[in-house]
């Protein structure tokens, strides 16, 4: 169960920058592939992405599961891309029939792939031919207006992104090793998030009226219910989060004072 606050924050594409400098950074993941679908692989890089994105001050609203469907990846694509800070697609670059990404993108956005110069020298060194039609070429064909961004090696696969889309690999290994060299200076915010947790004893019908008090007193702080049925140590963790400090040890305080300590696990 969970209890946060009713917000929205809305991000268009055509925003200035002087007016995102003092909006709440958002972003949604978007993981495409028909394995992830069919149970074949389990999506770790949406579990990855979001703790990193957190302690960049980048909070996600949205992760999406979507089929190897250029329409149904570029629908989606348009609706993230409209509503979030923004957007982290996985999966669906490579060599193969199934690997769609960017001509969905292309799609979403009305950009006709071309064939990256650089992009052309890097799969060729890799995959050994200069043929454009070759299998190993698709991942050299992006949206026209894309830009490329390199880790640490000019030489290795860059990121690709579009507007605010950033296109990331669906193996794990290579998704973590490009956003660990990239990912800091992409993913911005002026925010940071601070969390406190507190641990009871008793379920949560016995704190749920001092809990909901508490929501309503302080706004701006976000607080999580999570039972715990196995756990010889506790039976509900409350998780507080605000992007103020002061604030948030206020509403800790508060929660410590109004709980009968008995209730309380270690405070």
Known sequence: MHFRPISQYLVKRNLSK??????SRTAGIIIIGDEILK?????????YLVKQLYQLGVRVRKISVVSDDI???SEEVRSFSDNYTYVITSGGIGPTHDDVT???IGYAFREPLIAHPIL???????????????????????PKGAKLMFGEAKTSYPNISVKNVYIFPGIPQLLRKLFEQIGHKIFTSHEKFYTKAIYFNVTEKLIVDVLNILVKKFPTVIFGSYPELENSQYKVKITM??????KLQIAYN?????????????A
């Not at 052309?120 to 992006?142: E, F, N, Q, R, W």
């Not at 989060?241 to 002061?246: S, V």
């Not at 508060?254 to 270690?266: A, F, H, K, L």
């Open 241 to 246: 989060e605000c992007t103020n400090e002061e």
């Open 102 to 104: 960017f001509e969905a």
């Open 18 to 23: 002087s007016v995102l400098k003092h909006q």
């Open 39 to 47: 149970g074949e692989v389990t999506d770790t890089n949406s579990t």
């Open 254 to 266: 508060t929660m410590i004072n109004m709980m009968p300590s008995e209730y309380i696990v270690n």
């Open 71 to 73: 329409k149904q990846i």
């Open 120 to 142: 052309v020298d890097i799969c060729s060194k890799y995959y050994g031919t200069k043929d454009l039609d070759s299998p190993g070429m698709k991942l050299a064909h992006i």
